[in-house]
C-alpha cells in the first residue's frame, strides 16, 4: 500500500508543476507558445500514463499476493 501512496504523491507533484496555462491551448497562439503547450502535454502526459501503469502492476501483483 505504501507503493500506491507514493504513486499517488508523485501524480500529485507532477499535476502541480504545470499550470493550466501550459497544458491548454489560447486563443493567441504563436507557433512558439502552440509547441510549448504541445511540449508540455505531451509531457505530463506520459508521466501520468507511466504512474498509472506502474499501479496496475502493483494492484495485480497484490492481488496475485493474496490468491
Same mark, same amino acid.
Given at each position: 500500500?505504501? $507503493? %500506491? ?8 507533484? #507532477? %499535476?502541480?508543476?504545470?499550470? =493550466?496555462?501550459?497544458? =491548454?491551448? $489560447?486563443? *493567441?497562439? &504563436?507557433? /512558439?507558445? &502552440? !509547441?510549448?503547450? $504541445?511540449?508540455?502535454? $505531451?509531457? #505530463?502526459?506520459? &508521466? !501520468? /500514463?507511466?504512474? *498509472?501503469?506502474?499501479? /496496475?502492476? %502493483? ?9
Amino acid at each position: 500500500m505504501n $507503493a %500506491l501512496v507514493g504513486i499517488k504523491q508523485t501524480r500529485n507533484r #507532477i %499535476l502541480k508543476q504545470y499550470t =493550466v496555462g501550459d497544458i =491548454v491551448p $489560447a486563443d *493567441d497562439w &504563436s507557433l /512558439e507558445q &502552440s !509547441l510549448d503547450t $504541445a511540449w508540455n502535454r $505531451a509531457k #505530463i502526459m506520459d &508521466s !501520468l /500514463e507511466r504512474l *498509472d501503469r506502474r499501479k /496496475e502492476r %502493483l494492484v495485480k501483483d497484490a492481488l496475485k499476493g493474496g490468491e
